[in-house]
């Protein structure tokens, strides 16, 4: 896989949308972009997966730049729920493991 | 939807002792993984198998660890000899097929919480 940058904390307020950056220089040509989502005590969860331009689900929404050498994951209008660790995985071994960083910790409030 | 679980969800084990934990991946899945993720750390890749075989270890993945499916539905992790340190979520996971290969889709179960006294 290759190595992703992620902001280590943010915070935000329930209703705000919310941007996580993740910076992945040294990508690849056939590498996907993965954005995994974890709760408190349960498994990571898989949210939403780009290769290029924009895609979006009824979680998120993913935008990646024409150099995809970065990429973010938009959340529109969060809730208290929505406060957990997100990972950022970029790489093209699907079949292989995944391979974790800290993540980024969104907290959000009140 | 369907979901990978994951049985026990607690389990309490003196050092020494051997545990199985178990997990029913997602029916149609052919490839299964197991993480584990110590306290306040990162989640850690142990295996992945596909066609009855492990296809990848870590180095964690060490002689006291195994992995099996022995029926068609379960996939199971032994630990023959805990110890302290082995105390960590282990979560189990699984891939749907017909992805594009490059793809990082997977599917992770809700996790053993494995407690080594």
């Known amino acids: 896989l290759a190595k992703t940058t992620q902001p280590i904390s943010m915070d935000s307020y329930e209703g705000q949308e919310v941007n996580i950056t993740c910076s992945h220089n040294?990508?690849?040509?056939?590498?996907?972009i993965t954005w995994y989502q974890q709760f408190p005590s349960q498994g990571p969860r898989f949210i939403i997966q780009?290769?290029?331009t924009k895609v979006t689900n009824e979680v998120a929404s993913l935008f990646i730049p024409a150099d995809r050498k970065s990429s973010t994951l938009s959340l529109p209008r969060v809730s208290l729920s929505d406060t957990a660790v997100y990972y950022c995985?970029?790489?093209?071994?699907?079949?292989?493991?995944?391979?974790f960083g800290a993540g980024t910790r969104l907290a959000v409030h009140p | 939807e369907p979901e990978v679980t994951q049985t026990p969800s607690h389990q309490v084990t003196q050092m020494g002792q051997e545990v199985i934990l178990r997990c029913v991946p997602i029916?149609?899945?052919?490839?299964f993984y197991w993480y584990r993720q110590i306290l306040g750390q990162k989640v850690e890749f142990l295996v992945s198998?596909?066609?009855?075989?492990?296809?990848?270890k870590s180095e964690i993945f060490d002689d006291q660890f195994s992995v099996e499916r022995p029926d068609g539905s379960n996939f199971t992790l032994k630990i023959r000899s805990t110890k302290l340190e082995d105390s960590a979520m282990y979560f189990c996971?699984?891939?749907?097929?017909?992805?594009?290969?490059?793809?990082?889709?997977?599917?992770f179960g809700p996790g053993t919480r494995l407690t080594v006294t």
């Open positions: 996971a699984s891939r749907p097929p017909g992805l594009a290969g490059g793809s990082y889709e997977q599917y």
């Open positions: 040294n990508i690849a040509t056939n590498d996907y």
């Open positions: 780009g290769y290029k």
């Open positions: 995985l970029v790489g093209s071994g699907g079949y292989n493991k995944l391979i």
């Open positions: 029916s149609n899945h052919l490839y």
């Open positions: 198998f596909y066609n009855n075989e492990i296809s990848e």
